[in-house]
């Protein structure tokens, strides 16, 4: 149990599809935030969220769209993706007051567009 | 421009021996580094990070990690490795700003 939920952990969608991908964290955390994983590529950052208030979008496409609720939930909206965007989806949090805190990674939505 | 560079796409060791994951870093001013572990089909654990103070950092799971400033490097180290410590393992540097840059990743196997 890492304490941040992610589901579903798999996802395969037609591109044009509509789904969401959905996280919980059960730390306390104030901090939210979505990262993609392709092969042989860096962790990209997409989205954070701090406070429950965007801080952070990285270039993002508009077709990938979050949503956080609450410090407790965080959502990523998906539509008309492409075969590119096919990735491990991570969402992670952290406690922005308490310095250097570590993310807590939740265990991924393996997206597959097709 | 903050960067983590992780030179090694695999290190393959044999269980017993002690390993080494490198990480060599750019950052202005004083970084935080962090290494975190990916077992298959898993998210990334936090496995140890260094702030400030002494040079020598102890983590999870039995491994360490050595700053050292003057060759901006944050290698990951065991002194003996386990078949169970294959995995896939990410350097990250924090500036300060509160943003996590991670490296590109390192494939350990670890062979009986």
């Known amino acids: 149990e890492t304490g941040v939920t992610q589901t579903p952990r798999h996802l395969v969608m037609g591109m044009t599809n509509k789904k969401s991908l959905k996280c919980e964290q059960h730390l306390g955390h104030n901090a939210m935030y979505w990262y993609k994983q392709s092969a042989k590529k860096p962790l990209e950052l997409m989205f954070v969220y701090s406070l429950e208030e965007r801080v952070e979008n990285n270039s993002v496409p508009s077709r990938f769209s979050p949503e956080c609720p609450n410090s407790s939930h965080l959502f990523l909206h998906l539509h008309t993706l492409q075969p590119e965007d096919s990735a491990l989806y991570l969402c992670?949090?952290?406690?922005?007051?308490?310095?250097?805190?570590?993310?807590?990674f939740g265990n991924g939505t393996r997206l597959t567009v097709t | 421009a903050q960067s983590v560079a992780q030179p090694e796409d695999q290190v393959n060791v044999a269980e017993g021996n002690p390993l080494t994951v490198k990480c060599t870093y750019s950052v202005s001013g004083n970084p935080y580094l962090f290494w975190y572990v990916q077992y298959p089909n898993r998210g990334l654990q936090f496995l140890l990070k260094y702030i400030t103070g002494d040079n020598l950092v102890k983590g999870s799971y039995g491994f360490e990690a050595e700053f050292n400033k003057s060759q901006t490097s944050f290698h990951l180290k065991k002194p003996s490795a386990l078949v169970s410590d294959s995995a896939l393992y990410f350097c990250?540097?924090?500036?300060?700003?509160?943003?996590?840059?991670f490296g590109q990743g390192t494939e350990l196997s670890v062979k009986p």
């Open positions: 990250a540097v924090d500036n300060q700003g509160g943003k996590l840059i």
């Open positions: 992670a949090s952290s406690q922005t007051d308490r310095a250097n805190s570590p993310l807590h």
